[in-house]
């Protein structure tokens, strides 16, 4: 389209959407925001608003939409929320002042990963974004959180360790430059199932002397020495150009991102996407809720900034000993002091988010009730200061000194702000009587104003002798003396007339005309005086930002230790001792979810013990539905539990520090992208056995269910001797299978020990007793199982009639004729046996002497456990088919 046919405000619009392509351009027009051409067809669409059109010079009306300025938040999120970025164009000078056209810039891009609007983010999660680089087979990745100011870098060597890491942040944007697409990573799939909105950035972005620049300017060091990211060459550039990013579409000086923390994954234990999935640590595996996660139970902090703290200790457990036991410290001090610990609690209620209020006054996007709620919070830090301060424990006491009580700063609003403001900053009802002698003047002067002119209306009546003379007020004339014309000659010559009406006439006094400037005047001089104010003094606080951010941190660390303890004395946890010789010694141990579920304490506690020993591989066997991934899952979750700090449900608990814990409990076709229930078992297991190390827990589930039972078999059995194998892997592993052949390893390999999950038999009908014994399980319980779960009695009679046949019969032989005969099976199989000599064939007699042939020629010396449990296997079919 030719620009010259354009309005001028259109052209304006349009040379700002130049600027913005990518983006959905919000163009402020007076009260509303508006949207033209493809972005109006979009937000009609996506938001489903009524679509208008627009004269702008061309021969057809422009499509157009809108919405209010003043609840532009709720359309952004929704916007944001399905992966669009948002331009927001302001007007920047005053349309009174103006000449031509208003001055029109976009003051912010809004992306999923920078919406700072609290009443669109979930209090209880960090909003990150993540900047990935990939160069050299090498990851950088960086993440920040513009809503709490929280900025990380790290350094990854494999597309494995990025997904775990994407899994633990779980960002809402990423962004990357265009090599990841390169990488072999599917960040189709991050789309798609995981909703991460993705983008790819110009090249630019990754020029290592740019994001060194900007990242010296910004931090205000001479070297990177200063921010330790000498050994992060990848992660430099990611964060580099990460703050890049964050200064186009933020258009502040995010003041408040006042430090960069480098971690390596080392420091933290490894929990992959599956573990996190398998485990339930923050939300369930099927309905994606809270409830019925570990983080359900442990989480009963009271502020925002100690759920979303809580959170991370669970997504990042710890695996220095000193660390833990400083937390545990903590904890148990708390849980012992009862009546502190309640005390801080309540004292923690009314505090509300600081981390993400100090974003919005470091945005100067926050308004006085956002001051208003800051100070509230303030309020409460000396009574929590206080009260710690009769703390023993070292961590409670290092909270105690990184705790700023901030009192001047709560002084300041509690002087300057009104205890119950407006939303608006520009609109006066801020500042508080008393704190500038000026703001109370122009107060005064537009209160008493109605005063001064009843005073003057009352004065020139009695000078004038008209009886109703009135001083009225309209837009266009301002402030006026009325005269009927019945009063007309008694007017005096120092009235100007302003306006001839049908039966009166309006004048204008200097007296009067000094009063409406004074009291027009005051009204707009002070709404401005006090948006100077408010600003000085929401500047004031933003300089702040450093104490006010580390107290915050303090605060929420104070909320999750107080929440762990409030748990524990609830839940009848104990504190767990911490060492390092690779012992697991759990008495009693119950899984905190379940146990929660279940009335009336009806949970059934269970022992475990590994060790780097004799007891590295615990095999259990069992019918499914009597507990087993339960058993398995809880270990998991009081070793994860201990090492984040927190007491464990059991009778007594020796921990061994775990540097990772790897999960593979149950299938599911993983259909979307078209892979089987056993390629996804497989996969995972792959990963396990090429990532765990010694000092790892692995949680498998049956493995191996996913094919063929002798495949299935052989895998499992190989698995076992891998991981058992101190030379090979040697992880402390809880193995749950149905292959009750594998219950011969325990004689054949040391470190291998037999359980089962107890069960009482009652005729046909079992019960689980859901404890778990010594010793291998016989049987699997399977049609017992059918008949619980429901399964109609004609086809367990039926399943009955089969595993008759199949325990008197090779099952590779027989399985096709059984699944055609009928009720009396025996009956009809003899008769089909005599006649049908082709059949006979595959059934032929075998004499003892060819089993015992055949044993004799084996070569043992040269045969692995595999080929010697299939040859085992094979011959005692023989001699279980002989006629």
């Not at 331009?87 to 919406?115: F, S, Y």
């Amino acid at each position: 389209m030719s620009s010259s046919t354009l309005t001028p405000m259109m052209q304006q619009y349009m040379e700002t959407k130049e600027q913005y392509k990518d983006c959905i351009l919000f163009y402020r027009l007076g009260d509303f925001y508006e949207m033209f051409f493809d972005d109006a067809l979009t937000v009609t669409k996506e938001l489903d608003i009524t679509l208008t059109g627009k004269n702008c010079g061309l021969e057809e009306r422009a499509p157009m939409c809108g919405v209010p300025y003043h609840a532009v938040e709720g359309y952004l999120t929704r916007l944001v929320q399905k992966g669009y970025k948002v331009a927001i164009c302001e007007q920047v000078e005053d349309p009174k002042l103006a000449k031509g056209i208003v001055k029109r810039e976009v003051v912010r891009i809004v992306t999923p990963g920078t919406n700072i609007n609290t009443q669109a983010l979930d209090e209880t999660k960090n909003n990150y974004i993540m900047c990935i680089v990939y160069i050299a087979d090498r990851y950088g990745l960086s993440v920040a959180d513009v809503s709490t100011g929280d900025y990380f870098v790290t350094e990854l060597d494999s597309g494995r360790k990025l997904l775990d890491e994407i899994a633990k942040f779980f960002p809402s944007e990423i962004i990357c430059n265009e090599s990841l697409y390169m990488s072999g990573l599917d960040l189709e799939d991050l789309k798609n199932r995981l909703g991460i909105t993705i983008y790819s950035l110009d090249a630019w972005y990754f020029d290592d002397g740019m994001c060194t620049k900007v990242l010296k300017d910004h931090f205000k060091v001479s070297s990177l020495e200063g921010l330790g990211l000498t050994d992060y060459n990848c992660g430099l550039i990611a964060a580099g150009a990460l703050l890049q990013y964050l200064y186009e579409t933020q258009k502040t000086s995010l003041a408040h991102l006042t430090g960069i923390i480098s971690y390596t994954t080392g420091k933290y234990m490894l929990l992959d996407s599956s573990s996190r999935r398998n485990l339930e640590l923050c939300e369930t595996l099927r309905e994606k809720q809270k409830r019925g996660s570990l983080l359900w139970v442990l989480d009963k902090t009271k502020t925002a900034m100690g759920a979303r703290t809580l959170r991370s200790f669970v997504e990042q457990p710890l695996i220095h000993r000193e660390e833990v036991i400083k937390r545990l410290d903590a904890v148990g001090e708390l849980k012992d002091d009862a009546i502190s610990r309640e005390e801080i609690r309540e004292y923690l209620t009314p505090v509300y988010d600081l981390e993400r209020l100090i974003s919005k006054i470091s945005y100067q996007s926050a308004n006085p009730r956002d001051l208003i709620a800051f100070k509230s919070s303030l309020e409460m830090l000396p009574h929590i200061k206080y009260i710690l301060g009769d703390m023993k424990t070292p961590l409670l006491q290092e909270l105690y000194e990184e705790l700023d009580t901030l009192e001047e700063l709560c002084q300041l609003i509690q002087h300057a702000i009104c205890e119950e403001p407006p939303l608006a900053m520009k609109e006066g009802g801020i500042i508080k009587e008393g704190y500038h002698p000026d703001v109370d003047k122009l107060r005064n002067a537009k209160t008493e104003g109605k005063t001064w002119l009843a005073e003057l209306e009352a004065e020139e009546r009695e000078k004038t002798g008209i009886k109703n003379l009135k001083i009225k007020y309209n837009k266009v004339f301002g402030y006026y003396l009325e005269v009927t014309n019945s009063y007309k000659e008694l007017v005096p010559d120092y009235y100007t007339r302003k306006q001839t009406l049908a039966n009166a006439e309006r004048y204008i006094i200097p007296r009067l005309k000094e009063l409406e400037d004074t009291i027009l005047g005051a009204e707009d001089k002070l709404y401005a005086l006090e948006y100077e104010l408010y600003c000085n003094v929401r500047d004031t606080i933003a300089d702040e930002v450093v104490r006010i951010q580390k107290t915050a941190k303090a605060i929420a660390q104070i909320d999750v230790f107080a929440s762990l303890a409030l748990v524990a004395e609830r839940n009848n946890y104990v504190r767990p001792k911490i060492n390092e010789k690779g012992v697991i010694d759990i008495k009693n141990g119950r899984h905190p979810v379940v146990e929660k579920m279940i009335p009336n304490d009806m949970f059934i506690a269970n022992d475990t013990y590994l060790d780097d020993k004799k007891n590295r591989v615990s095999i259990i066997t069992g019918p499914n539905m009597a507990g087993k991934s339960t058993y398995m899952r809880q270990t998991a979750l009081i070793v994860l539990m201990a090492q984040i700090g927190s007491f464990v449900p059991a009778e007594t608990a020796n921990i061994g520090i775990v540097d990772r814990i790897f999960t593979r409990v149950g299938a599911s076709d993983d259909l979307a992208s078209g892979q089987s229930t056993f390629m996804v078992e497989m996969t995972e297991v792959a990963n396990i056995l090429r990532n765990a190390t010694s000092k790892s827990l692995l949680i498998l589930d049956e493995i191996g269910r996913g094919t063929s039972t002798f495949d299935g078999l052989s895998i499992a059995w190989a698995v076992v001797e891998h991981i058992s194998n101190g030379k090979l892997l040697g992880a402390k592993t809880l193995f749950a299978t149905h292959y009750h052949e594998l219950t011969e390893l325990e004689g054949k390999i040391d470190s291998v020990n037999n359980y089962c999950i107890a069960v009482k038999e009652k005729g046909d009908d079992i019960v689980f007793l859901r404890k778990i014994v010594k010793g291998g399980a016989d049987k699997s319980y399977g049609i017992q199982v059918a008949k619980l779960a429901g399964v109609p009695e004609s086809v367990i009679a039926r399943a009955k009639e089969i595993v008759s046949e199949l325990s008197e019969a090779d099952i590779t032989t027989r399985v096709r004729d059984i699944s055609v005969q009928s009720a009396d099976t025996k009956k009809k199989m003899k008769k089909y046996d005599e006649v049908d000599l082709a059949q006979m064939s595959l059934f032929d007699t075998v004499k003892d002497d060819d089993v015992l042939k055949e044993l004799e020629e084996l070569d043992v010396a040269h045969l692995t456990p595999m080929d010697a449990l299939n040859t085992i296997h094979r011959l005692q079919n023989k001699l279980k088919n002989r006629w």
